[in-house]
């Protein structure tokens, strides 16, 4: 890694569309998503030291507890690196919030050994082994993901550089439950074409599971389609959600709006990578 620190943003992963086709036999889903990322999340630092070791610190570092916290350490010792390395982890993304924070930050990590000394060629099954977000995270570009999310084609996103409001009530909603309360039924597959109108024509699947067993997400939905947003959708299995605008002037209007109206809710504006 060389004397000098490394240091990475874990960025935010929102799902612009999230269609449940089916369970499959394993127990997992299959699922159609596309997914986009945001210039704004987690940050990451790594110098040199005698022994992995992992120190947290932000405004959600109290949130980490195993299993989620250790994805980082397990990041670290799923790949080669020389000699050890000391990461601080500054936690700015609410945990278990569809965000894929602890996804991100694997992928963080796994950018950090990359650019320290370069990834085993089998990276992307190492990867898939710590989380299905995970090899989405660490190329953190927008891509189409099929199976259980880990099977990745890259598209070129006619949305980058969309300002974007991301929006959590501070309510944690862990995946599992939100998957069980689905109601089985495939609504049909993610439409094709540019991310833009897969976006604006896809939808998520999880939002009625999720609002039903946290109804807050219909009151975030409601008061970020109230401004005037050409998007407003739930991001993965909740209860983070989004809001895309034309302009950055938009964007700093809602932002305000949302803060003296909800001034309990958390909220990052970013713009898409």
């Known amino acids: 890694m060389g004397a000098g620190m490394l240091t990475e943003t874990a960025y935010a992963k929102i799902n612009l569309a999230l269609h449940v086709r089916r369970r499959r036999e394993d127990g997992y889903h299959e699922l159609e998503t596309l997914f986009a990322f945001v210039d704004d999340g987690d940050r990451l630092s790594a110098s040199p030291a005698e022994a992995d070791r992992l120190t947290t610190h932000g405004e959600f570092a109290s949130g980490i507890e195993d299993p989620f916290g250790n994805i980082v350490a397990k990041a670290l010792s799923a790949l080669p690196h020389a000699k050890g390395w000391a990461v601080e982890l500054e936690k700015?993304?609410?945990?278990?919030?569809?965000?894929?924070?602890?996804?991100?930050?694997?992928?963080?990590?796994?950018?950090?050994?990359?650019?320290?000394?370069?990834?085993?060629?089998?990276?992307?099954?190492?990867?898939?082994?710590?989380?299905?977000?995970?090899?989405?995270?660490?190329?953190?570009?927008?891509?189409?993901?099929?199976?259980?999310?880990?099977?990745?084609?890259?598209?070129?996103?006619?949305?980058?550089?969309?300002?974007?409001?991301?929006?959590?009530?501070?309510?944690?909603?862990?995946?599992?439950?939100?998957?069980?309360?689905?109601?089985?039924?495939?609504?049909?597959?993610m439409p094709s074409g540019s991310v833009r109108k897969v976006a604006l024509e896809g939808r998520n699947d999880l939002e009625a599971p999720a609002i039903a067993i946290c109804p807050v997400i219909a009151e975030v939905l409601a008061a970020l389609s109230d401004t005037a947003p050409f998007l407003t959708r739930m991001s993965g299995s909740g209860a983070t959600c989004f809001a895309l605008y034309e302009n950055e002037a938009q964007l700093q209007t809602a932002a305000e709006k949302l803060a003296k109206s909800h001034p309990g809710w958390w909220q990052m504006a970013g713009r898409l990578r």
């Open 92 to 189: 700015r993304l609410p945990v278990a919030a569809g965000l894929g924070g602890g996804s991100a930050d694997a992928g963080a990590v796994f950018r950090m050994v990359e650019r320290g000394h370069g990834l085993p060629d089998d990276w992307q099954a190492r990867a898939a082994t710590l989380g299905a977000d995970v090899p989405a995270c660490v190329l953190s570009v927008t891509c189409i993901g099929t199976g259980t999310g880990t099977d990745l084609v890259p598209i070129e996103n006619d949305l980058a550089c969309t300002p974007v409001l991301l929006v959590n009530p501070r309510v944690a909603l862990t995946t599992g439950p939100v998957f069980k309360a689905w109601d089985g039924v495939d609504r049909g597959a």
